[in-house]
């Protein structure tokens, strides 16, 4: 019985040093309901106009920041008048930009709305970003994790993008 105190308490400390105060993860519903995520801190959204492709999107960004990392859905509506060619060229400048933020080629998978993971090195740390760009019901939705790897675990990072719900 005795053996057992002494087990449990090393099990608890390590337990309760997993259970950070700046992960206090929260369900919200982005994209005008269209989807769900979880979030690991309160989240601010900002909006704008922006032109992408020849055509003027209006850009919602749900964000929060833990440390040096950010977690972020952004979400435009499209016109039902787009054809799948305009939709395709959106998801294509959306990824391109977000490999190019890092220096590194479009991956192809991207194109297709899979997750994907790039890797580099920003202001001197190793740095990875995981994203996820598509198209669904009339919407544009780009998720999007990125920060240093010392402080962006990949359990953090991939528990956030697998944590969005289509609706």
Known sequence: MVKVKYLLVPFCLLWLA???PEYNWRELTVADDRAIVMFPSRVKTEQRTIRVDGMDLVFSLTSAAVDQSVFSVGYAPLSSALDTAQTERLVQAFTTALAA????????????????????????QASRLLGRVLIHRG???????????????????TEFMRSLALR
């Open 101 to 124: 933020r890092v220096g590194q080629p479009l991956m192809p998978q991207a194109l297709n709305g899979d997750l994907f993971e790039l890797e580099s090195v920003v202001a001197g």
């Open 18 to 20: 997993g259970c950070t």
């Open 139 to 157: 919407m544009l939705i780009q998720v999007v994790v990125s920060g240093p790897k010392k402080s962006l675990s990949k359990e953090n990072a």
